[in-house]
């Protein structure tokens, strides 16, 4: 005997999120949504933080590291968005496959992140005072001199013969400031090598707040907090 009961076909709904182009477009939403609030990957682009990380590494930057009221401390590694003060800051690409390459990079992080993207290391906060040098050569933060382990060929600083009381001054030496509201003073490991927030007050004693340059609060992407590639370079920052 044949059954000729209707075939009862799948609610309008389950067939549109059943299909293959609605679950495409679905993980790529979420995929959006993870790296606009919670991290995404960063392509590190110079020498500027070397030996702690290298051309060419990809690292994983926490954007919640500094959210519901946290702020970078000293010693931590952030990307931000440079403003025109940094040579220039953000540039948008006129040529559009520069500007489709900078995308792809941005989402996986394998090429340039972003128009004029950044990465370096926090030395102080706002409201805290950084001069350079204490005697034996270090950078000097509320009165205390840090211990910076991870800095790499730094400029020349011999007490006595080249220092900030010499002539001519060690390139070391920076003028006291008082990092402003909402802004961060950094600056590369490889100091030597790095364009940073200080490079243009290197070797002066006289106070010219001018040639300092800041990450501000609102610019600052997130925490570097893992080198993600090349595989032997697995680590935590």
């Known amino acids: 005997m044949t059954d000729d009961a209707p075939v009862s076909r799948r609610p309008l709904w389950r067939r549109i999120t059943g299909s293959f ?20 990957p960063y392509w590190v682009p110079s020498g500027s933080m070397e030996q702690t990380l290298q051309v060419g590494d990809r690292v994983l930057v926490n954007r919640l590291a500094f959210a519901g009221g946290a702020t970078p401390h000293t010693g931590d590694i952030v990307v931000f968005d440079a403003d025109e003060a940094w040579d220039g800051g953000a540039r948008t690409p006129s ?12 989402v996986t ?14 030395i102080a906060g706002p409201g ?8 034996d050569g270090r950078l000097i933060v509320d009165g205390t001199p840090l211990d910076e382990p991870y800095v790499f ?24 400031v008082t990092v402003p509201k909402d802004s961060y003073l950094v600056m590369g490991d490889h100091r030597s090598n790095s ?17 300092w340059r800041w990450a501000h609060s609102a610019e600052i992407v997130g925490k570097a907090v893992v080198i993600l590639w090349p595989v032997n370079r697995w680590s935590g920052l």
Not at 109 to 122: A, E, M, Q, Y
Not at 128 to 135: D, F, G, L, M
Not at 195 to 210: K, L, N
């Open 153 to 176: 060929q730094d400029f020349s600083f011999q007490p006595g013969t080249l220092d900030c009381t010499t002539t001519p001054v060690s390139p070391r030496c920076l003028p006291e």
């Open 109 to 122: 992080g394998f090429g340039p992140s972003g128009p004029h993207t950044l990465i370096k290391r926090v």
């Open 95 to 106: 040529n559009p496959l520069t500007a489709a390459l900078r995308w792809i990079g941005e």
């Open 128 to 135: 805290q005072t950084v001069r350079c040098c204490s005697a």
């Open 195 to 211: 364009s940073d927030g200080a490079a243009q007050c290197r070797g002066r004693t006289d106070p010219d707040p001018g040639c």
């Open 21 to 40: 182009l609605f679950q495409l477009c679905a993980a790529f939403v979420v995929f959006g949504l993870i790296l606009s609030f919670v991290a995404k």
